[in-house]
C-alpha cells in the first residue's frame, strides 16, 4: 500500500497505536522468554554461590598437583596443594632466580603471583596480577560463556523472533496487514516495540550477573555495559528478520545461536568476519586488553580481534541493514491464514 493513499495523520496515529499495543504485548512473555528467566535465575544463583565462596574466580586458593617429597613412585608422589601453599615453597627462589634487565619480564610473569601473595614488599603492579586474573575468570566464564553466548541471544530470540511470529501464530497476521500502514511501517513499529525490551531485559540480566559477582562483577559492569547494547540491538533485528520470514522462527534462532555462532566466531581465518559476535567479542576483548595490564586475555589467535571504530561501525550498519532488508521482504510477503 503506498504510503500517500491516506493522510500522513492517520499513518501517524496508526504508527503509534501499533508501536504502543505491540510494547503492551511483550509483557506476556512466551515459553521461550519463560526459560531464559528461568536460566538468568539460576545462573544468578550459580554465580552468587561461586563469587562468594571459600574460592571464588581467584588464583590464590585453587589447588594444583605437585609431587610430594614423601614418595617417589609416581602417580602416588602427587599431592594437591593451593598455589598459596605451593607460592610459600617458591617465594625464596624467585628471589634467589638470577636474571638480567632483558629478562626481569619472564621473571615478573613466572612468580609474579607468589610475590604478590606473600611478600609484604611486594609493589602495586605485583599485587595487581592477582586482581586482574581474577577479573579475567570471571570475565571468561561469566560475561563471555554466560551472558553473551547463551542467555543474551536467547532473550533477544524471545523477544524479537516472537513479534510478528505471535501475530503468525495468533492468525492476527492478514487482519494486521489491512490496518491503513504500509507493511514496512507494521514491520518497524514491531522492530522499535521490541527493542526497548531486549535492551531493558539484557541490562536488567547483566546487572543481576554483575552483582552476584561482587566487585568483580561491577568491574565487568563498568567496562562491557556498551558492548552489551550493541549486541542487543544487532540481536534484535536479525531476530526480527528471523521472525518476519520464517515460519519457525525459534528453531531458525536456536540453530543459528548454537551452531553457526559457535562454529564460525571460532574458525581462524577470516571466515568468523560473518558472525556477529565476532565484532561484539571484539570490543569485550579490547575493553579488557584497555582494562588490565598484567595478564593477557586468551586467545589472541583465535578472536584476532578487530578495532573499536570496525567493530562498532559494523555492529550498527549490521543492525541498519537487517532491519531495511526486513521492512523490504516483509513489504513484498503476501500473509497466508496458516491453520
Known amino acids: 500500500m503506498p504510503f500517500g493513499t491516506v493522510p500522513f495523520s492517520s499513518q501517524g496515529r496508526a504508527f503509534f497505536a501499533l508501536?504502543?499495543?505491540s510494547i503492551a504485548r511483550h509483557a506476556k512473555v512466551r515459553q521461550l522468554g519463560t526459560v531464559?528467566?528461568?536460566?538468568?535465575?539460576?545462573?544468578t544463583v550459580v554465580v552468587?554461590?561461586?563469587s562468594h565462596g571459600k574460592v571464588g574466580w581467584r588464583l590464590e586458593k585453587r589447588q594444583r598437583s605437585v609431587a610430594s617429597p614423601l614418595s617417589a613412585d609416581p602417580p602416588d608422589n602427587m599431592m594437591k596443594m593451593t598455589y598459596e601453599e605451593y607460592g610459600r615453597d617458591r617465594l625464596p627462589f624467585y628471589q634467589a632466580f638470577p636474571c638480567s634487565p632483558d629478562q626481569f619480564a619472564i621473571k615478573a610473569i613466572a612468580f609474579a603471583p607468589f610475590w604478590s601473595m606473600f611478600n609484604a614488599e611486594a609493589d602495586a603492579e605485583h599485587?595487581?596480577?592477582l586482581d586482574d586474573w581474577a577479573f579475567l575468570n570471571f570475565s571468561r566464564w561469566v560475561v563471555f560463556a554466560l551472558f553473551l553466548a547463551f542467555l543474551l541471544p536467547l532473550f533477544a530470540l524471545a523477544?524479537?523472533?516472537g513479534s510478528l511470529g505471535a501475530e503468525r501464530e495468533s492468525r492476527t497476521l492478514i487482519w494486521l496487514t489491512t490496518r491503513p500502514l504500509p507493511r514496512w511501517a507494521i514491520y518497524l513499529a514491531k522492530l522499535l516495540a521490541t527493542l526497548p525490551w531486549v535492551l531493558g531485559i539484557a541490562a536488567l540480566g547483566f546487572g543481576l550477573l554483575c552483582l552476584a559477582g561482587g566487585s568483580l562483577g561491577q568491574r565487568a559492569m563498568r567496562i562491557y555495559w556498551p558492548a552489551v547494547l550493541a549486541a542487543a540491538v544487532a540481536l534484535t533485528c536479525l531476530f526480527h528478520l528471523v521472525g518476519?520470514?520464517?515460519r519457525r522462527p525459534a528453531i531458525v534462532g536456536l540453530v543459528y545461536i548454537f551452531f553457526f555462532e559457535t562454529l564460525v566466531s571460532n574458525l581462524p581465518g577470516s571466515m568468523k568476519q560473518l558472525s556477529l559476535s565476532y565484532?561484539?567479542?571484539s570490543l569485550f576483548y579490547n575493553a579488557t586488553a584497555a582494562e588490565i595490564a598484567t595478564v593477557q586475555p586468551e586467545s589472541v589467535d583465535v578472536y584476532?580481534?578487530?578495532?573499536?571504530v570496525t567493530a562498532w561501525a559494523t555492529l550498527l550498519g549490521v543492525a541498519v541493514v537487517l532491519s531495511v532488508l526486513g521492512m523490504f521482504l516483509f513489504g513484498r510477503q503476501e500473509p497466508k491464514d496458516e491453520t
Open 127 to 129: 599485587r595487581r596480577y
Open 36 to 43: 531464559a528467566f528461568g536460566l538468568l535465575a539460576l545462573l
Open 279 to 281: 565484532y561484539v567479542r
Open 19 to 21: 508501536f504502543l499495543f
Open 304 to 308: 584476532a580481534p578487530t578495532d573499536n
Open 244 to 246: 518476519a520470514v520464517f
Open 48 to 50: 552468587a554461590v561461586i
Open 159 to 161: 523477544f524479537a523472533s
